[in-house]
């Protein structure tokens, strides 16, 4: 009996240690854990870092805390907050542009100056530290829709800049813990107390049981959805009112011509040249150009011609290219003092001369000087605007390679977005073909009206061909071309004995003819293939029309081109 005895109480005590271990596992297994992880290896912060949370997104770097203030990088501010922010490196200036006026701060100051009226802060603006440059938070807020707070421990900025929007929320339904992982036995990040407020990331993972969120502080991470009530929206709306740019935009159809002035002799044929054309009520005159790298300009500008168009009703835009090899416009664009001496010069010429606009058409903008260009559009712009006086600017089609001519901003800060749909094969190609075929001519414009509103949008045309010459010599083909107006293209035509074709891919007709050991090739620019490009244009109902250049044309393309360009 006592030995029986001693078997069970033996096999009880088993019993009672494999339930104690089994209720260890599962309770290892399957009760939350209760570590916590320290936010600043959450963050992935040193002792000095300074995170900058910017709406849902925990950026890597690009804040500091000094003197009670936040500092952001400038890059953040200009990719992320507000893009017309401009710093010289070279003067240590902070630039900003509002419609009317260029503020200015050097580094270090907590001063500001507008039109030369001196304003104040309690902070420096903007600062310095090697390479990189941060502005004080509060002052791009000055300019900017934007609202923040600084947490502590480990020190946080938390942004937003979203405005007018609707997003998802939740709060919750009892204390619980917002985790690293989808995952009970994650690291808890923050504990949660009962109806706390959360931002809704991501619904309920089906499997995992569990939601993204962000809680007020910038920690993101995962809830339980048992423990969160139902979702709701809300719209975060801001007070802040941004200053509208204004434009200067006629009423009719714009139908402008340029004018290659490249003396004051040729300035005596305008009404000439004039005589034949119908519906035109813009020229620009070729009158201005970038002399040199410190900001000047020549100029051939013409009171007479200005006076003689205004009696036909026409407007004078003066043009300013960066065609001249003195000078290379980047040098000029890069620094405020010539860049601003160059908006200067350019509207005291169009002040004197009463013109009408000004017609920018630098084409030898490289990528690195893109900010530089657009910042010169804004200053000159504002002069332009505070006079009266229409800016149009003359661009390539949008290509990849040349995004940072930054046509969006162009006509938020200009009047006119001009695109040139020519020289689609030109003087340099390796092969030959059309100046402007019908695809290449609705391809820029279906691509320049993704950036440009189309009340501001002018599509330009040629009125020329080109004239190819091809011949082969030890196996290499050498080629070659000249520029036709509308009068010679057919000379050369009616000469060669052959009879054009009309080529529907190009919208155009097409010559090719041998003399000698020569191929000629030409796509003949006509009234009847610029038809065809006035009709593409007419249907994206654009400010109007340009056409490279006055006295190429044949007189009968003008009655065409009014009946299109209504």
């Known amino acids: 009996m006592k030995k029986n005895v001693k078997i069970w109480v033996l096999a009880g005590s088993c019993i009672i240690l494999i339930g104690i271990i089994v209720g260890v596992f599962l309770f290892q297994k399957f009760a939350p854990s209760k570590e916590h992880m320290k936010l600043a290896e959450y963050f992935k912060m040193e002792k000095d870092d300074v995170k900058l949370i910017l709406g849902d997104e925990i950026l890597d770097a690009g804040a500091l805390y000094q003197d009670r203030q936040v500092y952001v990088d400038m890059d953040i501010v200009k990719e992320r907050l507000?893009?017309?922010?401009?710093w010289d490196s070279h003067e240590s200036i902070l630039l900003y542009t509002t419609p009317n006026a260029v503020i200015s701060t050097e580094a270090g100051s907590k001063d500001c100056y507008k039109n030369n009226s001196r304003s104040g802060r309690d902070f420096e603006i903007v600062r310095?530290?090697?390479?990189?440059?941060?502005?004080?938070?509060?002052?791009?807020?000055?300019h900017t829709a934007l609202e923040y707070k600084v947490y502590s421990n480990p020190t946080r900025v938390v942004v937003t800049n979203e405005f007018g929007k609707e997003k998802e929320y939740c709060k919750t339904d009892s204390e619980c813990s917002l985790r690293y992982q989808p995952d009970i036995k994650s690291d808890i990040l923050v504990d949660l107390k009962d109806d706390a407020k959360v931002r809704l990331l991501e619904k309920e993972n089906k499997e995992t049981g569990f939601c993204k969120v962000m809680e007020p502080s910038g920690v993101i991470g995962y809830v339980k959805a048992k423990d969160l009530d139902d979702v709701y929206k809300e719209v975060k709306e801001t007070d802040f009112k941004a200053e509208e740019y204004t434009h200067i935009l006629k009423d009719e159809k714009i139908n402008l011509v340029w004018h290659q002035v490249m003396n004051q002799t040729a300035n005596d044929g305008l009404l000439t040249l004039l005589?034949?054309?119908?519906?035109?009520?813009?020229?620009?005159?070729?009158?201005f150009e970038t002399s040199d790298n410190d900001g000047n300009i020549n100029s051939i500008a013409n009171d007479t011609y200005v006076t003689l168009a205004h009696r036909q009703g026409i407007e004078v835009w003066g043009l300013c290219n960066d065609f001249s090899p003195n000078m290379k416009i980047g040098k000029v664009l890069g620094s405020t003092k010539k860049r601003q001496k160059l908006a200067k010069n350019l509207t005291a010429e169009a002040i004197r001369y009463s013109l009408d606009g000004i017609n920018i058409d630098f084409e030898n903008v490289k990528a690195e000087?893109?900010?530089?260009?657009?910042?010169?559009?804004?200053?000159?712009?504002?002069?332009?605007?505070?006079?009266g006086i229409v800016l149009s600017v003359d661009n390539y089609p949008v290509r990849e390679y040349n995004q940072h001519y930054n046509r969006t901003e162009q006509a938020e800060v200009?009047?006119?977005?001009?695109?040139m749909a020519y020289d689609e094969y030109y003087a340099g190609s390796e092969e030959a073909g059309p100046v402007s075929s019908i695809g290449y001519v609705k391809d820029s414009a279906e691509r320049v009206l993704g950036q440009v509103p189309p009340k501001q949008a002018i599509?330009?045309?040629?009125?020329?061909?080109?004239?190819?010459?091809?011949?082969?010599?030890?196996?290499?083909i050498n080629l070659s071309s000249e520029a036709c107006s509308m009068k010679y293209a057919q000379e050369i035509l009616q000469d060669s004995g052959v009879s054009a074709v009309w080529s529907d891919e190009a919208g155009m007709n097409y010559m090719e003819y041998k003399s000698g050991k020569e191929l000629h090739k030409m796509w003949i620019e006509d009234v009847n293939s610029l038809q065809v490009k006035m009709e593409e244009v007419a249907k994206h109902k654009t400010a109007g029309v340009a056409f490279w250049k006055l006295g190429l044309e044949d007189s009968s393309v003008w009655d065409m081109i009014r009946k299109y360009n209504k």
């Open 414 to 419: 200009a009047d006119y977005v001009i695109t």
């Open 459 to 476: 599509i330009a045309l040629p009125f020329y061909s080109r004239h190819w010459k091809e011949s082969t010599k030890g196996g290499k």
């Open 128 to 142: 310095v530290d090697g390479e990189e440059v941060y502005i004080a938070l509060d002052y791009v807020k000055e």
């Open 275 to 287: 005589s034949s054309t119908k519906g035109v009520n813009v020229i620009c005159p070729t009158w």
């Open 82 to 86: 507000n893009s017309r922010f401009y």
């Open 369 to 387: 000087s893109g900010e530089d260009f657009i910042q010169f559009i804004r200053e000159l712009g504002i002069m332009c605007r505070n006079n």
